[in-house]
């Protein structure tokens, strides 16, 4: 007999609500850690080179200066390989190590202090000397790498004979994550035992670097992050700042605090990398696509490769027999990037969506159905058949919900007074990520339950929805669930990032729940003593804590009875989740269609997005509270990212020229308009236990291309940049 579901589906207020309100939710610089002392990074001012010497005599002569560490003095670090973290291929930047300086901004020394203020001044007081080398930061310049291929079919012969095509370049800015919080962390030693509380986004990641870092066994270290302010992505790997926080706490013999400014998080802790991307498509004059050629650019630093999931989309999502693709990166002397939400995809999705919607307006064909006629039966990438695919229904109910009819097929025809109104949409999709995962589960004699994971919370709910779902497989009222996580002692889980978390850790969750709860029901009905001895377990449920025979209510008793009469102080087990072995059965990915609505002025070229609507096909939908507030957050990102986001680097020596909240633009109230999200009612049972697909990444994609595509229908002009800026309009 299958549990009812009272919690999961319900719209619930955040577990974790009041502590983040009240201020009792501790984050990393937070932490209250005895004799703690302050450390301040020195950032390299040269793109490139070497480090000649280091004047440290001024900062260590000031009151309350403990150390100045650099390459100079720092201990030799073993520095393993390590496959089992977010590293990207190559040779990662040791830090103190030796003399290199591979990008602007990289740490070159650290000052630590009795308090932050002397830190900062002494930091400031290190005097560095470089041998500089001419650098390299503009990807059109650059010399790309070995290229990354994929083809079916001929492309070449289709295109050439293509009644119709399209082809154009795409082009999309470097975007810097800037979460709320910013990086920190606050190292300390005990013997060879390390503790670090950190923000990160994979608390076990961070946990097998610093033991690779520092040659440790990962049991010597932990690793403690029970609350993270935004990552975004920007948390997913063990930055620089963490090794030189735990490098200061060893030399010191003292616990190390280490936050970064806003600035240093523009060179130091990953972004997004810019793309040049050449799309070129051959269609019938029905709209039926026959060949596509994908040409993808983009950054990567010069010391490690990055590599993200920026093919996929175009291999999968479209009916196109014959495909070819080549994805080269261009090494810089810069930082290496790292996935930012919908990474790989939502690029893709710029010029995959608006070379659709250019090609919809050529050949005169509405965009939604120019989509429709191209519905695959299968993922063409591999011949395999979709767990689930609702994206037809996703275009039927978001056109009719926007009023999609209104849209005028031709550009530049409606207005608001001097404001210019265009309609666009776009498609979006995320693979289906899940991993291993595992949760300690322990039901308590007094009728609560605690559920323990290695997991992080960067703000979409984790901690809300993990306890929705033991609270129903518990038969449990919510309130009486307590949820921990974010430490390495727990039960370990995957990153916190690829809309994973909750396919993987959740399904744990649910799986210990249900062992503890059949645990229980077996231990009533093997009981004398019990109202339910030797009932048919299979049709014992329980409800508020009570256990009781479906269809004969009276007859059950409480967790607290049974646990108390049977001298039990608890029950526990620890849940798994592990993702099928072997060949793969089906394609499995979330989708979205996304619509909206812009306003042109046309002196000014200002663009205001009036109204967004996104609906998804993403499985089983946990809190709706919840994901409401992921796909808000996703379309306000893709706002960000089609009309402001944009960091700027002075190609002389790699510098951010725009390092700060005031200089790099990201939208606030006043630019947001109507935001509303529709998820289509469904489950996905292939992709995991408990039918989720993933969301909080596929919110966010596709919102970029769908108001580019609304500003053409505005002002019938295509700008195939991102962001799109006033001058592009003028």
């Given at each position: 007999?299958?549990?009812?579901?009272?919690?999961v589906?319900?719209?619930?207020?955040?577990?974790?609500g009041r502590?983040k309100?009240?201020?009792?939710?501790?984050?990393s610089?937070e932490?209250?850690?005895?004799?703690?002392?302050?450390?301040?990074?020195?950032?390299a001012?040269?793109?490139?080179?070497?480090?000649?010497?280091i004047?440290?005599?001024?900062a260590?002569?000031?009151?309350?200066?403990?150390a100045?560490?650099?390459?100079l003095?720092?201990?030799?670090l073993?520095y393993r390989?390590?496959?089992?973290?977010?590293?990207p291929?190559g040779?990662?930047l040791r830090?103190f190590?030796?003399d290199t300086?591979?990008?602007?901004?990289?740490?070159v020394?650290?000052?630590?202090?009795?308090?932050?203020?002397q830190?900062?001044?002494a930091?400031?007081?290190?005097?560095?000397?470089?041998?500089?080398?001419?650098?390299?930061?503009d990807?059109?310049?650059g010399?790309?790498?070995?290229a990354?291929t994929?083809e079916?079919?001929?492309?070449?012969?289709?295109?050439?004979?293509?009644?119709?095509?399209?082809?154009?370049t795409?082009?999309l800015?470097?975007?810097?994550?800037?979460?709320m919080?910013p990086h920190?962390?606050?190292a300390?030693?005990?013997?060879d035992?390390?503790?670090?509380r950190?923000?990160?986004q994979?608390?076990?990641?961070?946990?097998?670097e610093?033991a690779?870092?520092?040659g440790?066994?990962?049991g010597?270290v932990?690793v403690?992050s029970?609350?993270?302010?935004?990552?975004?992505?920007?948390?997913l790997?063990a930055w620089?700042?963490v090794?030189?926080a735990?490098?200061?706490?060893r030399v010191?013999?003292?616990?190390?605090?280490?936050?970064?400014?806003?600035?240093q998080?523009?060179?130091?802790?990953?972004?997004r990398p810019?793309?040049r991307y050449?799309?070129?498509?051959g269609?019938?004059?029905?709209?039926r696509?026959?060949?596509a050629?994908h040409?993808?650019?983009?950054e990567?630093?010069?010391?490690?490769d990055?590599?993200?999931?920026?093919l996929?989309?175009?291999?999968?999502?479209?009916?196109?027999?014959?495909?070819r693709?080549?994805?080269?990166?261009?090494?810089?002397?810069?930082?290496?990037?790292l996935?930012?939400r919908?990474?790989?995809?939502a690029?893709a999705a710029?010029?995959?969506?608006?070379?659709?919607?250019?090609l919809a307006?050529?050949l005169g064909?509405?965009?939604?159905?120019?989509?429709?006629?191209?519905?695959?039966?299968?993922?063409?990438s591999?011949?395999?058949?979709?767990?689930?695919?609702?994206?037809?229904?996703?275009?039927?109910?978001?056109?009719?919900?926007?009023?999609?009819?209104?849209?005028?097929p031709?550009?530049?025809?409606?207005?608001?007074?001097?404001?210019?109104?265009?309609?666009?949409?776009?498609?979006?999709?995320?693979?289906t990520?899940?991993?291993?995962?595992?949760?300690?589960i322990?039901?308590?004699?007094?009728?609560?339950?605690?559920?323990?994971?290695?997991?992080?919370?960067?703000?979409?709910g984790?901690?809300?929805?993990?306890?929705?779902v033991a609270a129903?497989?518990?038969?449990l009222?919510?309130?009486?669930?307590?949820?921990?996580l974010?430490?390495?002692?727990?039960?370990?889980?995957?990153?916190?990032?690829?809309?994973q978390?909750?396919a993987s850790v959740?399904?744990?969750v649910?799986d210990?729940?249900?062992t503890?709860r059949r645990?229980a029901?077996d231990?009533?009905?093997?009981?004398?003593r019990?109202?339910l001895?030797?009932?048919?377990?299979?049709?014992?449920?329980?409800?508020?804590?009570?256990?009781?025979?479906?269809?004969?209510?009276?007859?059950g008793?409480?967790?607290?009875?049974?646990?108390?009469r049977n001298?039990?102080?608890h029950?526990e087990?620890t849940?798994?989740?592990a993702?099928?072995?072997g060949?793969?059965?089906?394609?499995?990915?979330a989708?979205a269609?996304t619509?909206?609505?812009?306003?042109?002025d046309?002196?000014?070229?200002?663009?205001?997005v009036?109204?967004?609507?996104?609906?998804?096909?993403a499985?089983?939908?946990i809190?709706?509270?919840l994901a409401?507030?992921?796909?808000?957050?996703?379309?306000?990102?893709g706002?960000?990212?089609?009309?402001?986001?944009h960091s700027?680097?002075?190609h002389?020596d790699?510098?951010?020229?725009?390092?700060?909240?005031?200089?790099?633009l990201?939208?606030?109230?006043?630019?947001i308009?109507?935001?509303?999200?529709?998820?289509?009612d469904g489950?996905?049972?292939?992709?995991?236990?408990?039918?989720v697909k993933?969301?909080g990444?596929?919110?966010?994609?596709?919102?970029?291309?769908?108001?580019?595509n609304?500003v053409?229908?505005?002002?019938?002009?295509r700008v195939r940049?991102?962001p799109?800026?006033?001058?592009a309009?003028?």
């Amino acid at each position: 007999m299958s549990q009812p579901s009272a919690a999961v589906g319900a719209r619930v207020s955040r577990v974790e609500g009041r502590a983040k309100v009240t201020g009792t939710a501790t984050y990393s610089a937070e932490h209250d850690v005895s004799g703690v002392v302050h450390a301040v990074i020195v950032d390299a001012a040269v793109g490139r080179g070497r480090v000649t010497g280091i004047d440290t005599d001024a900062a260590r002569a000031l009151d309350g200066v403990l150390a100045v560490i650099s390459h100079l003095n720092a201990p030799r670090l073993p520095y393993r390989d390590n496959t089992s973290s977010n590293n990207p291929p190559g040779r990662r930047l040791r830090v103190f190590q030796d003399d290199t300086v591979h990008f602007h901004g990289q740490p070159v020394a650290v000052a630590v202090a009795t308090t932050l203020e002397q830190a900062q001044h002494a930091a400031r007081l290190v005097r560095v000397s470089y041998d500089s080398r001419p650098t390299e930061n503009d990807l059109d310049h650059g010399k790309p790498g070995t290229a990354t291929t994929y083809e079916r079919g001929n492309p070449a012969e289709e295109l050439a004979d293509a009644p119709v095509r399209i082809e154009a370049t795409y082009r999309l800015a470097r975007n810097h994550h800037h979460p709320m919080e910013p990086h920190a962390t606050i190292a300390s030693w005990k013997g060879d035992e390390l503790t670090v509380r950190d923000k990160t986004q994979w608390v076990v990641g961070t946990q097998t670097e610093l033991a690779a870092v520092f040659g440790l066994e990962t049991g010597q270290v932990r690793v403690i992050s029970p609350f993270v302010g935004g990552g975004f992505g920007s948390a997913l790997r063990a930055w620089p700042h963490v090794t030189v926080a735990a490098v200061a706490a060893r030399v010191l013999k003292r616990p190390v605090k280490v936050v970064l400014t806003r600035k240093q998080m523009a060179f130091d802790t990953g972004y997004r990398p810019a793309y040049r991307y050449r799309l070129h498509l051959g269609a019938t004059r029905r709209g039926r696509l026959l060949a596509a050629d994908h040409d993808v650019l983009a950054e990567t630093s010069r010391y490690e490769d990055f590599t993200e999931a920026v093919l996929s989309s175009g291999q999968m999502l479209y009916t196109t027999p014959h495909v070819r693709q080549s994805y080269r990166k261009v090494p810089l002397d810069a930082g290496t990037p790292l996935y930012m939400r919908g990474p790989g995809y939502a690029t893709a999705a710029f010029a995959l969506e608006c070379a659709v919607d250019e090609l919809a307006h050529e050949l005169g064909i509405d965009p939604v159905e120019l989509r429709r006629r191209n519905e695959p039966d299968a993922d063409q990438s591999n011949d395999l058949p979709f767990s689930t695919r609702r994206l037809a229904d996703c275009y039927t109910t978001g056109a009719r919900r926007f009023g999609w009819h209104r849209r005028s097929p031709k550009p530049g025809r409606r207005r608001d007074g001097n404001w210019l109104i265009g309609m666009g949409m776009a498609t979006g999709v995320y693979d289906t990520l899940r991993n291993r995962a595992q949760a300690h589960i322990r039901l308590d004699a007094d009728g609560t339950a605690r559920v323990e994971a290695a997991a992080s919370d960067m703000g979409p709910g984790t901690y809300t929805s993990l306890s929705q779902v033991a609270a129903d497989a518990l038969g449990l009222p919510l309130k009486r669930i307590t949820t921990r996580l974010g430490d390495s002692t727990m039960p370990p889980t995957p990153p916190h990032g690829g809309s994973q978390t909750m396919a993987s850790v959740g399904s744990a969750v649910q799986d210990g729940c249900d062992t503890v709860r059949r645990t229980a029901i077996d231990l009533a009905v093997n009981d004398p003593r019990s109202p339910l001895h030797n009932a048919d377990p299979t049709k014992v449920v329980v409800r508020s804590g009570r256990l009781h025979l479906t269809g004969q209510p009276a007859r059950g008793e409480t967790y607290q009875q049974l646990l108390e009469r049977n001298r039990h102080t608890h029950l526990e087990t620890t849940g798994t989740f592990a993702p099928p072995t072997g060949a793969k059965r089906h394609s499995m990915y979330a989708y979205a269609a996304t619509f909206a609505e812009v306003a042109v002025d046309a002196d000014l070229g200002l663009v205001r997005v009036r109204r967004l609507l996104g609906v998804y096909d993403a499985g089983r939908i946990i809190s709706p509270t919840l994901a409401d507030s992921q796909a808000i957050g996703g379309m306000i990102g893709g706002i960000g990212t089609a009309l402001l986001e944009h960091s700027v680097t002075d190609h002389r020596d790699g510098r951010i020229t725009n390092a700060n909240l005031a200089d790099y633009l990201v939208p606030v109230n006043a630019d947001i308009g109507d935001l509303q999200a529709i998820f289509l009612d469904g489950s996905d049972t292939v992709a995991d236990p408990i039918g989720v697909k993933g969301l909080g990444e596929v919110v966010h994609v596709g919102v970029a291309p769908a108001i580019a595509n609304a500003v053409f229908n505005a002002t019938g002009r295509r700008v195939r940049q991102l962001p799109i800026t006033l001058d592009a309009l003028l």
